[in-house]
């Protein structure tokens, strides 16, 4: 477990009162109901912002406190606990990174300030079907005049109704298979030619599929090098990776609490069911599981603050833990709640629901196995 600063601990200590006060699982069943294309609630995104939260990896000179990466991650974790809907993951965090590691300074002054106030959402869109596959991207940039014009699809963009700017991966050379002839994109929203639809995903998220018929951008827009964002992705989708483990870690120690508590508190034959050993055991593992989990997401975030060579490895491993220890947990939340369990008033389905959603989001946990595998030799 990471040894955290007194300003770490502030931080991580009001995100936790905010979240239970303002964002609780009820907030969340309120967007579901209302149709929210969004998947989350604006005002509590501005508050957000307020407090600084959007702008915790931006550097101080473009609006952001640049408190590390280990800081977001806790205010992930703490809103992953009440399944908060927000972008700060994709947009505060991964794309914030890529502009700030790779941006030219027009890009940074333009882009950082408005992400880390919260004014601009920005969305990675990456993949191009069902299956997670940075290297087939297909979607073409081909040369026009003093740009490019994209032409293709992508599908599943997380945040992708929100957003007012996307990171695209686009292939400038090569073909689909190679990491090479890669190029980032910083594409606008209502850019000409650039069409969204929503998605519609168990997790009541923002999901949306865009279609580019020939968006034209400058080649101002190019984030890095062109044909040589391939490595400048794959850091990208890195830090999204690890931010969706700091939330999905929230999410199996709040639903490991709530099971917790349940088993304490449920009486069966004369005696709580939390004195059956079988259950017992069951709990046992679950406890074992977030702490190695625990390890693996603050070691993950730890490595990004400190450029640390490692960052693929520690990216697949602690999304496939935490990947895992999701899946286990919010399995179990469901069999030990029993009939209640199953039904739509419990909290169990709605986070059985994300768990699906994330462990699938930029890499499945069979996926992060086989990639550390073969960063490993093996």
């Known amino acids: 477990m990471a040894v955290l600063t ?8 009001a995100a936790k009162a905010w979240v239970q006060e303002k964002a609780p699982v009820a907030a969340l069943r309120k967007a579901r109901d209302s149709g929210n294309l969004l998947g989350y609630a604006p005002e509590a995104f501005r508050e957000m912002a307020e407090m600084g939260w959007a702008g915790v990896v931006i550097p101080e000179a473009h609006g952001g406190s640049e408190f590390g990466y280990l800081s977001l991650g806790l205010v992930l974790e703490e809103l992953g606990r009440t399944l908060a809907a927000s972008p700060l993951a994709v947009s505060a965090m991964a794309v914030a ?16 300030p408005a992400l880390a106030s919260g004014e601009t959402i920005a969305a990675l869109a990456v993949d191009e079907t069902s299956r997670h596959d940075p290297a087939r991207t297909a979607l073409k940039a081909e040369a026009a005049g003093d740009g490019y014009r994209l032409t293709g699809e992508k599908v599943f963009v997380a945040e992708g ?65 062109a044909d040589g964002g391939g490595d400048l992705l794959e850091r990208t989708l890195d830090i999204a990776r690890i931010a969706l483990s700091a939330e999905m870690l929230g999410m199996a120690v709040q639903a490991f609490e709530t099971t917790l508590d349940y088993l304490k508190t449920r009486v069966q034959f004369g005696q709580t069911i939390g004195s059956f050993q079988a259950l017992q055991h069951r709990a046992a593992k679950m406890f074992s599981e977030l702490e190695l989990t625990r390890s693996c997401v603050e070691a993950a975030l730890s490595a990004i603050d400190q450029n640390a060579d490692d ?68």
Not at 324 to 348: K, Y
């Open 6 to 13: 007194e300003e770490q601990t502030m931080l991580r200590d």
């Open 97 to 112: 990174s890529a502009i700030a590691t790779a941006g030219t300074e027009a890009q940074k002054s333009t882009g950082l």
């Open 161 to 225: 109704m929100a957003a007012g700017l996307y990171l695209v991966a686009a292939r400038t050379s090569g073909a689909p298979g190679e990491m090479a002839g890669i190029t980032l994109f910083l594409v606008p929203a209502d850019a000409a030619g650039l069409s969204r639809a929503p998605r519609h995903t168990a997790d009541s998220r923002d999901y949306a599929a865009l279609t580019f018929d020939g968006v034209t951008v400058g080649k101002d827009a190019v984030l890095g090098a």
């Open 311 to 378: 960052l693929p490895q520690q990216a697949a491993l602690a999304k496939a833990v935490a990947g895992d220890t999701l899946n286990l947990v919010s399995r179990e939340m469901v069999q030990m709640h029993g009939g209640i369990g199953m039904t739509d008033a419990h909290d169990a389905g709605l986070y059985l629901k994300r768990a699906r959603a994330l462990e699938a989001l930029f890499g499945t946990t069979a996926w992060h196995r086989d990639r550390w595998g073969r960063m490993q030799g093996y």
